[in-house]
């Protein structure tokens, strides 16, 4: 058994009950990304060995779904809803205030201190609380999702500034 | 052959243990709060209301016992709460927010009336002052008796013991005890008339024949809960609100069709979800209703949770198939169809969420029960969920045939300006004009006229405050980002659509961008699955059904002010300063410059999102441009 990395061990530890061509690989890569944030070159190659299958096969198929990174992701991912019902409330507006106040040009970047991402979300239904974001912290312990609603566009400058400063967040939500 | 009679037996067992624990939930010996847990009222804080009434019973060491039920179908009152009394009255609450959980407890330890203007109304039992929530207008629409809904806010849907006593299990105890045979079970849901509630339609009786029959041993049995269609939460509420109607769906569809594996393919935006089928799946197991002997008869069936991780286009059978088998999600062209060849290259069925639920309720009380709601052409009952501009955002359980414009009616009305359009089914589905509205009925032959889907139930209201065209854009660029890039018709055609739209949207409208959006229709429609198939649709109801609007788009004119390139931001006032300024500091491009008194909106700067007049109403204003002289578009 050649030496590896711990976190090369730790990914197989975390795969080992998985078996080749029984439907377990969006689970094992969900697994992986769950516990590290990402996946990463090394672990996809963990996985692959033990699904039995060619490293660049299971790229390809978990570069199809747009929930896999292969990136750490940032401190915080501001998850912009895309739902119809945000939109009927110039959740554009949000969108594009907040990659404006991050200096982005698109969806799915990060600030260069990787302090803030921002990604697209998809509607979950609860568009009582449109147009709504929900924020992402990616801690030791596996991230946390907070969604925050009724937002605006102002809400959404002074948020993105918080963000981007480290400054005080929960002000910016309330205020 | 196994004595098929001790499914009864098992079953009876289970249920004594459940009729008794049941009962105690029902008829607590003291008051209990029960925080309503789903994916809305979590977004909408229901765990800092539970904490807070959680540390009020603490400090007054009160008492009462805490609990938890399902949303009851009004989401824009969550959080909410449910107070079940002794007596086993059971009053519902909301919103109730943290400051509000003194007033709470105070309620429930007999203070009635300390929350009186947060009651909505008696789930159960009556109450002299206090209306049933079943006579809110919200809930008019519905019968009397739910069905699919039946146990929302009346069991933990965590308990599977509270799904055994409300007859859950019993359909499959019946079947398998007294052997029902499963041409019956398939023949008893031709009869009910039970079609695909994905937005397909198909006869769920005759897809399960055609598994049935298929050669081998080897069956699978594959629910569809990638429900992906914005603004669709039908699915969310069944496998959040009672999992184990699912699971016994797919159970009663795997002894039909000799599957002894099951699949539900589950979007990854509905984590609480997974969370609550995973649990309800073991519940199963241990308590002997799944696994390799199903209530002691022998049936095998097996049941796992797939997690997606938020492709689109999986809600395509062959790509959910695709997904499950450890690769891309890319749909294949059919046949063969997933009865030939499904999951691991063995015959499958896929059904939504929905279709299976209705499964063990028709199998439980029969055909004829089932067809008293609906119509002659669609029987039953579906969830439909509603939102958009509207004040009353839910969800509700109606017979087929009702109609849109009721349902209109008792979401509130239109919000804020008039009825513009109504979305219905998804990116792959329908913008409607206000015209169709009176015609409208919740049937799917119903909105074949006007070139449009019913769907799996999402239905958005949307009003004339915001342009049709920021919708269009919306689905356009949704298909294009979800296409699974297979056939070039959909991936480059849906590109060159929305690269189309968002130019007319920024007021660079041309002649031919009507006759070219034509083109790229009727090109995309020769791709192979129904995502590319349906993928123009959107951009076709715009320019059919909103006509005006979009001619007038094309002209770099637009009267709601909300298409980019359409309007201007204007310093209108340049008093009062206060708000002036505070324009000029939210601007997140510093668009607004100059001095005081002097102050103006730098055009090319200004991305028009919209933070300065939330800051400055007095102050900033929209203008609109000037059209286009001169430019006459050529329709087709």
Request: glycine residues 10%; aromatic residues 6%.
């Amino acid at each position: 058994m050649p030496l590896e990395t711990e976190s090369k061990a730790r990914v197989r530890a975390l795969v080992a009950d998985f078996r080749p061509n029984n439907g377990d690989m969006m689970a094992a890569l969900h697994r992986v990304q769950h516990e590290f944030g990402y996946l990463s070159r090394e672990s996809l190659e963990v996985i692959a060995e033990q699904l039995d299958m060619f490293p660049s096969i299971l790229y390809g198929a978990a570069s199809f779904y747009d929930e896999f990174r292969f990136e750490p992701p940032a401190q915080t991912t501001v998850r912009w809803c895309s739902g119809p019902a945000c939109r009927l409330r110039n959740s554009n507006g949000i969108r594009d205030a907040m990659l404006a106040t991050l200096d982005m040009e698109d969806l799915h970047e990060k600030t260069d201190d990787n302090r803030v991402g921002m990604v697209l979300g998809q509607c979950n239904g609860c568009c009582e609380l449109a147009p709504m974001i929900w924020l992402e912290q990616h801690g030791d312990h596996g991230p946390t999702q907070t969604p925050v609603g009724h937002m605006s566009a102002a809400r959404a400058v002074r948020m993105a500034r918080a963000l981007r400063d480290g400054s005080d967040l929960d002000g910016a939500v309330n205020a | 052959m196994p004595d098929l009679s001790i499914a009864l037996e098992r079953y009876d067992a289970l249920r004594e243990r459940a009729d008794t624990e049941y009962a105690a939930w029902r008829n607590p010996e003291r008051p209990r709060i029960d925080i309503a847990m789903d994916t809305s009222s979590l977004a909408n804080g229901a765990r800092a209301t539970g904490v807070a009434i959680h540390r009020v019973i603490t400090e007054r060491n009160a008492n009462v016992d805490m609990g938890q039920v399902h949303g009851y179908g009004m989401q824009w009152i969550h959080p909410s709460v449910q107070i079940t009394f002794p007596n086993g009255e059971t009053v519902l609450y909301g919103p109730v927010k943290p400051e509000d959980a003194a007033r709470i407890v105070d309620e429930a330890t007999g203070t009635w009336g300390a929350a009186a203007d947060l009651r909505h109304g008696m789930i159960t039992g009556t109450h002299e002052g206090v209306p049933s929530v079943r006579d809110h207008e919200f809930f008019s629409l519905e019968p009397r008796e739910r069905r699919l809904m039946r146990n929302l806010g009346l069991t933990d849907p965590e308990n599977l013991m509270h799904y055994i006593a409300r007859d859950g299990y019993r359909a499959t105890a019946r079947m398998l005890g007294r052997h029902l045979s499963e041409e019956q079970v398939r023949n008893t849901l031709n009869d009910a008339g039970l079609t695909g509630r994905g937005g397909a339609n198909f006869p769920t009786g005759v897809k399960w024949n055609f598994l049935f029959g298929a050669p081998g041993e080897e069956h699978y049995m594959v629910c569809n809960a990638d429900e992906g269609d914005p603004g669709a939460w039908v699915n969310r509420v069944v496998m959040e609100g009672d999992p184990h109607l699912l699971i016994e769906g797919m159970l009663v569809g795997g002894y039909a069709t000799k599957a002894k594996v099951g699949f539900i393919y589950l979007r990854d935006e509905y984590p609480f979800s997974v969370e609550r089928m995973e649990r309800a799946i073991a519940d199963a197991e241990a308590a002997g209703i799944l696994g390799n002997d199903v209530l002691g008869t022998g049936l095998e069936f097996h049941l796992r949770v797939i997690r997606g991780a938020g492709a689109y286009v999986c809600g395509e059978e062959t790509g959910l198939l695709s997904s499950i088998q450890d690769s891309r999600g890319m749909p294949r062209v059919k046949p063969p169809f997933p009865a030939q060849r499904g999951v691991f290259d063995k015959p499958s069925n896929v059904n939504n969420v929905e279709s299976f639920a209705n499964v063990p309720l028709i199998i439980q009380h029969n055909s004829e029960w089932y067809r008293e709601h609906g119509s002659d052409k669609q029987s039953g009952t579906k969830i439909f969920s509603f939102s958009g501009d509207i004040p009353r955002v839910g969800f509700m359980e109606i017979p087929f045939a009702t109609r849109l414009e009721d349902c209109l009616r008792v979401c509130g009305g239109i919000q804020g300006g008039q009825l513009k359009a109504i979305q219905s089914g998804g990116p792959l589905g329908s913008l409607l004009p206000p015209e169709a509205l009176p015609q409208l009925i919740l049937q799917p032959d119903s909105f074949t006229p006007w070139d449009a889907i019913m769907g799996g139930g999402g239905m958005v209201f949307c009003n004339d405050q915001t342009s049709v065209l920021v919708l269009t854009e919306m689905f356009s660029q949704f298909v294009e980002d979800e296409s699974c890039g297979r056939c070039t018709t959909c991936h480059g055609g849906n590109q060159r659509q929305t690269e189309i739209i968002r130019r007319i949207i920024d007021g660079e409208g041309r002649r031919e961008d009507d006759p070219n959006l034509a083109l790229i229709d009727r090109t995309v429609q020769f791709s192979n699955c129904v995502h590319g198939q349906f993928s123009p649709k959107i951009t076709r109801n715009t320019r059919v059904h909103f006509k005006s609007d979009f001619e007038a788009a094309l002209l770099g004119v637009d009267p709601t002010l909300t298409l980019k390139g359409m309007y201007e931001v204007v310093v209108a006032n340049q008093r009062p300063e206060e708000q002036a300024a505070a324009a000029a500091d939210i601007c997140p491009t510093a668009a607004i410059q100059g001095e005081p008194g002097r102050r103006r909106v730098v055009d090319e700067a200004c991305i028009r999102c919209g933070a300065c007049f939330e800051v400055a109403p007095d102050v900033m204003a929209k203008r609109a441009k000037a059209p286009k002289p001169g430019l006459v578009p050529v329709l087709g």
